[in-house]
T-cell receptor, first 114, second 114 residues
Framework: DQQVKQNSPSLSVQEGRISILNCDYTNSMFDYFLWYKKYPAEGPTFLISISSIKDKNEDGRFTVFLNKSAKHLSLHIVPSQPGDSAVYFCAASGLDQAGTALIFGKGTTLSVSS | KAGVTQTPRYLIKTRGQQVTLSCSPISGHRSVSWYQQTPGQGLQFLFEYFSETQRNKGNFPGRFSGRQFSNSRSEMNVSTLELGDSALYLC?????????????FGPGTRLTVT
């Protein structure tokens, strides 16, 4: 059973607009959530994270929102740029995960057109 | 500071063979995790090593094994290769397990089993 779900395999946005990527999780023991970006032929790159004690974390154009009651998080990219086109992975970890094992969603491919 | 390096980048093997993949973490990072990425399953956690000890293991058969050396470098081995083992194998490092969940990924080794 998938514990971290990214239900939209792809998203297309125009340059300058907002991109919203969504992620749902089922395990209430998760206490830390991360977003990674991946370009072809490269490993995932850490973007931004949020602890479960917060509901928002912002870093430049990237903001992550966490709704614990809904077990939902989202990544907002404002404004979107063509260089943001990549696969975005949502990941989670928590108290029942020994060490730093991350549980990943299957990813959302973002395409930003100019 | 150099990033995570993985060798080889590409590998072609035949069914029944075994393979060893290598990972050198970021200098100072002591935790190394391995992930398998396939188109259908996304990134799946294989195992994590810290101080030469396996701390956590994902849901993979015993044909998948690993080890970590005193300099934090890690290797993973897959024996009796199957066609389904064709995937991108990613290594990630972090400072210490539990101190941070941010993991830094290498570019991966693309394994093709024929």
């Amino acid at each position: 059973d998938q514990q971290v779900k990214q239900n939209s395999p792809s998203l297309s946005v125009q340059e300058g607009r907002i991109s919203i990527l969504n992620c749902d999780y089922t395990n209430s023991m998760f206490d830390y959530f991360l977003w990674y970006k991946k370009y072809p032929a490269e490993g995932p790159t850490f973007l931004i994270s949020i602890s479960s004690i917060k509901d928002k974390n912002e870093d430049g154009r990237f903001t992550v929102f966490l709704n614990k009651s809904a077990k939902h998080l989202s990544l907002h990219i404002v404004p979107s740029q063509p260089g943001d086109s990549a696969v975005y992975f949502c990941a989670a970890s928590g108290l029942d995960q020994a060490g730093t094992a991350l549980i990943f969603g299957k990813g959302t491919t973002l395409s930003v057109s100019s | 500071k150099a990033g995570v390096t993985q060798t080889p980048r590409y590998l072609i093997k035949t069914r029944g063979q075994q393979v060893t993949l290598s990972c050198s973490p970021i200098s100072g990072h002591r935790s190394v995790s391995w992930y398998q990425q396939t188109p259908g399953q996304g990134l799946q956690f294989l195992f994590e090593y810290f101080s030469e000890t396996q701390r956590n293991k994902g849901n993979f058969p015993g044909r998948f094994s690993g080890r970590q050396f005193s300099n934090s470098r890690s290797e993973m081995n897959v024996s009796t290769l199957e066609l389904g083992d064709s995937a991108l194998y990613l290594c990630a490092s972090s400072l210490d397990p539990g101190s941070t969940y941010e993991q830094y990924f290498g570019p991966g080794t693309r394994l093709t089993v024929t």
